[in-house]
């Protein structure tokens, strides 16, 4: 079993605070010493109270949910496929929801979350056991993507807020066709499909003159811009692509969780991992010109309960 605490460092917020005070409060004391108008010297002051006031308040939210986090790790005890609360909590069941995304303005980049849990229930609960219930991970190398994971919402006030998410690796695939090809003049490659053991694999045959390589890519169907090389050959090449095939625990409070801190802490580089539908495609490399390629579209499942989000 694959376990990820999230624990957001507050060390970066001390950064921007003494950054802040450092360059601030030197422009604050040259603005206030000239004879400038009254307006400027009071948006100055403003702006620097206000810098700073933020600043402390993002440290001590962050400070407060990184306590609670401890704290609740200190409550959790896994075995097998169920987690055991040494004192019982009072919870929501249900599932968290994330989008994460990259904006740009001028030079710089900003990432943006869109993070919600919806209540399907809620009890105390002296333990908490994995079932087979639709996951999604579909992240990129950046942290774009989304995430869609079963759980709990702790309400216990001296833990409101701490979510414990899972992954419990589960798969039938169902592919529409056996094998798919794709061609560009005198290029040609085919590639047939058999499931696998909580994956699939695939085996290429190409005959190519001007194309520098048939390749075969995973791409999640609700991010097409979260997607997986999965292999590439000149001839022949047999890949696979195995999903998840560990349990997954993510600890973490609900306002730090994103695509990218669970890339980052789990160490994945990228990952598209799940049930729901995917995109699976054949492609040719063609020099100075988009690739030719041919494409399907296929859905995985929980083998034990069939299951969906209605996709």
């Known amino acids: 079993m694959k376990q990820i605490v999230l624990k957001r460092s507050v060390r970066r917020i001390l950064f921007l605070t ?83 995304r990259w904006s740009s303005s001028g030079k710089s980049r900003s990432y943006h979350v869109f993070r919600n849990f919806v209540k399907e229930s809620e009890g105390t609960l002296s333990s908490l056991k994995f079932e ?13 993507g989304e995430v869609r994971l079963p759980g709990i919402k702790i309400l216990n006030e001296t833990l409101r807020g701490v979510l414990i998410l899972y992954a419990k690796p589960s798969y039938k695939f169902s592919f529409p066709v056996e094998s798919l090809g794709v061609s560009h003049g005198e290029d040609f490659a085919e590639a047939r499909i058999e499931e696998i053991e909580n994956g699939f694999r695939v085996s290429v045959s190409a005959n190519l003159s001007k194309a520098k390589r048939a390749k075969v890519e995973l791409i999640s169907r ?51 991992s799940g049930h729901g539908k995917f995109i699976l ?3 040719l490399d063609v020099p100075f010109r988009p690739d030719i390629k041919e494409e399907i579209e296929f859905e995985v499942i929980p083998r034990e309960e069939i299951t969906s989000w209605g996709l």
């Open 18 to 100: 003494a950054f802040g005070l450092v360059v601030g409060v030197p422009m604050l004391v040259r603005v206030l010493a000239r004879d400038v108008p009254l307006k400027i010297k009071a948006g100055a002051i403003a702006f620097i109270c206000l810098w700073f006031g933020l600043t402390l308040f993002a440290f001590y939210r962050t400070k407060r949910s990184l306590k609670k986090v401890e704290e609740l790790e200190r409550l959790i005890s896994v075995i097998g496929d169920e987690i055991s609360f040494s004192t019982p909590v009072k919870a929501e069941v249900g599932y968290f929801y994330a989008n994460g």
């Open 222 to 272: 609700e991010k097409r811009d979260v997607k997986e090389l999965i292999g590439d050959t000149k001839n022949i090449g047999v890949f696979e692509k195995e999903f998840l095939n560990e349990p997954l625990v993510i600890v973490g409070h609900h306002d730090q969780i994103s695509p990218l801190e669970i890339l980052k802490a789990g160490k994945f580089g990228r990952i598209i």
């Open 132 to 144: 087979n219930r639709p996951f999604l991970l579909a992240i990129a190398q950046d942290g774009e």
């Open 281 to 283: 495609r054949l492609a």
